[in-house]
Structure formats: C-alpha cells, structure tokens
C-alpha cells in the first residue's frame, strides 16, 4: 500500500530565502504530483511528474522527482508572501490504480 | 480549461438530516471523486466512480454512500448526518488513464 510522507508539515520562512519541502513515498510510484492550496480554497494542481529525473519549474518553485529514492522534493526559491499557502504532494497507487494517495501538506508562510 | 463545480459551498444541517452534495464536471472525464479534508489528516478518499454506476470504496465510506447516473455527475450522500461529519468536502475528477485530479471549490458542511 502506498504512503506519502511530507516533511516539514510546517514551515516558516522569511522573504527572499530558499527553501525545500520533501515527498517521501513508501512503494514504487510511477507519478508524483503537486498541488497548492490556499487558505479555504481547493487545491490547484501545480506540477505533473512522470518519470525519473524530471523536473518542472514555474515561477520560484521548482520539482523533481527521483524513483530510486522514491522522493519527490520542492524547492522555493527567493521566496515571497505571495507564495504562502498549504503545498501538498501526491502519488499514483500502485497496479495502476487511478487513486492519488496524497501527503498530509506542508502549511507555508512567507513572512516580510 | 476542466471545470468541476460543486453545489454548495457553505452547508449546514442538523444531526439525523439526509445530506446531498453534487459534484459536476464539464470535461467528459472518466473518473470522479469524493474526498474529506479535516486539519492534521489532509485528503481522504471517501469514494471513487471510474464509470457511470460504477464506483468504488475509498479509505472511509463508512456513513456515506455515493450515486453516478451521469457521467458527468457524482453525488455524496450522508444517510443520516452526524457531528463528526463535519468537515471540508472535495470533489474531482480526472480522465481514465491519467492520474492528474481536477478539484472543485469544496463544500464546507457543518452538521450540528
């Protein structure tokens, strides 16, 4: 059975700093996605990674997917207030299923 | 652009209410999916449709029951509504063979 675990679940930063948030996942997955989500809002899909070594970047975040380690990591770069928000991480279950399995997400706030 | 709309977005009702939250989507995509979100557990599926009528038990659909008689619709409903159902209620969707969700705005339900 997959798991998908997030570290840190919470993470306070100052503007301009870099940072990188974990996907950790327990079984082979052959797709990893992130979503962001913002306060009462629902989630917006943010990156689509399909296979190993890749990696999408837009704006200041940057992901990456590595299958052998079965860790996904996104990485914040120069970071701004805007970019506060709740950043979840998600995996195919496996056999093929088209259940997501997502992480508990990581809470992001941007201070000044 | 995948639209999912949801009907409601604030909702409260009294314990022992029947409760009916409808999800549409306009992409003509396979899959549809009923999800709650509470603080500290993140996403948990409730139930997944892959095809009209059919559908499938997710990690807790003890409580609710689902109904898929269009493809493009799918209905959660709670048989007897109870306090611990309170909670934020999302809805996706995706096509068959691509992992990638499309989430509504989210039904907040408060049963009191």
């Known amino acids: 059975e997959l798991k998908v675990e997030q570290n840190p679940l919470f993470l306070s930063m100052q503007e301009g700093k870099n940072y990188t948030i974990y996907c950790n996942y327990s079984?082979?997955?052959?797709?990893l996605y992130w979503y962001r989500q913002d306060p009462g809002k629902s989630l917006e899909s943010l990156f689509v990674?399909?296979?190993?070594?890749a990696v999408k970047q837009e704006g200041r975040l940057m992901a990456s997917l590595d299958t052998k380690a079965r860790l996904s990591t996104l990485h914040i770069t120069a970071a701004v207030h805007d970019l506060s928000a709740t950043y979840f991480c998600?995996?195919?279950?496996?056999?093929?299923?088209?259940?997501?399995?997502f992480g508990k997400g990581t809470k992001l706030t941007v201070n000044p | 652009d995948v639209k999912v709309t949801q009907s409601s977005r604030y909702l409260v009702k009294r314990t022992g209410e029947k409760v009916f939250l409808e999800c549409v989507q306009d992409?003509?995509?396979?899959?549809m999916f009923w999800y709650r979100q509470d603080p500290g557990l993140g996403l948990r599926l409730i139930y997944f449709?892959?095809?009209?009528?059919?559908?499938e038990k997710g990690d807790i659909p003890e409580g609710y029951s689902v109904s898929r008689e269009k493809k493009e619709r799918f209905s959660l409903i709670l048989e007897s509504a109870s306090t611990n159902q309170t909670s934020m209620y999302l809805c996706?969707?995706?096509?068959?063979?691509?992992?990638?969700?499309?989430f509504g705005p989210g039904t907040r339900l408060t049963v009191t």
């Open positions: 996706a969707s995706s096509p068959a063979g691509e992992g990638e969700q499309y």
């Open positions: 449709s892959y095809d009209v009528k059919m559908k």
């Open positions: 998600a995996g195919g279950a496996q056999g093929g299923s088209e259940k997501l399995v």
């Open positions: 992409m003509d995509h396979e899959n």
């Open positions: 079984t082979t997955s052959d797709r």
């Open positions: 990674l399909l296979s190993n070594g």
